[in-house]
């Protein structure tokens, strides 16, 4: 189901975009019923979404980037904003990174990403040599951050898909290592790692165990702290997950 879901968003994100937005972003997008390939706000007109993307744009992160710092250098949002209305550009993906840190090879270095949804409060320290998680627990400065950059894209103009999940690090690099459901890197006890079928995670798939179960509401209570932060934005729309394999 869940790739189901993807797939349909990222056939629409490839084809959408518009006349260049003056003011803020009308909404929410529906599908236009005349053309069912393209999205409408409500004017009747079709909307067709294109922008830039960038992988620093939520969180401050090294991914892609060269040499390493912890914390990650600061990411210029308002600067990303003034490109994208530059050229007219009224969408992009808010990018969500899930590691705190991972080595990687292009280029080569150790990474590090900051903040995320849940607090660090230990006891104990994750593999990162920073307090643990606690996945019962979430972070305001996120969630703020999240609203805060959605609401002011809105007022240039620009929509926001929100990126729930994130496959390709746990999948290309050694960021599952550093995961917050990695159990060594949580308080609580949960286990995301591989269960029945060799190299598949319990935190990517669906599997009738108790474990899997915990993990999968940890899930949906993640993705619905989201709704309740910016769902009465008119300028959003989700993607369930970027890459995540099969």
Known sequence: MRGAVRSVLVVCVAAFAADAQTGPAPGPLRVLEANPRYFTDGSGRAVYLAGSHNWHNFQDNGHRLPGTQDPPPVFDYKAYLDLLQAYNHNFFRLWRWEAPKWMDDDPPGIKYCTNHPWVRSGPGLAADEKPKFNLDRYD???????????????????????????????????????????????????????????????????HDTPMAKRVLALQEAYVRKIVDTVNNLDNVLYEICNEPGG
């Open 140 to 206: 305001p400065a996120f969630f703020d951050r999240m609203r805060s950059r959605i609401i002011l894209a809105r007022d240039r103009g620009i929509y926001v898909s929100v990126m729930l999940f994130e496959g390709w690090e746990t999948r290309s690099i050694n960021a599952w290592t550093y995961h917050p459901f990695n159990i060594t890197n949580n308080v609580n006890g949960v286990d995301g790692s591989a269960d029945k079928e060799p190299g598949i995670l319990l935190y990517y798939t669906l």
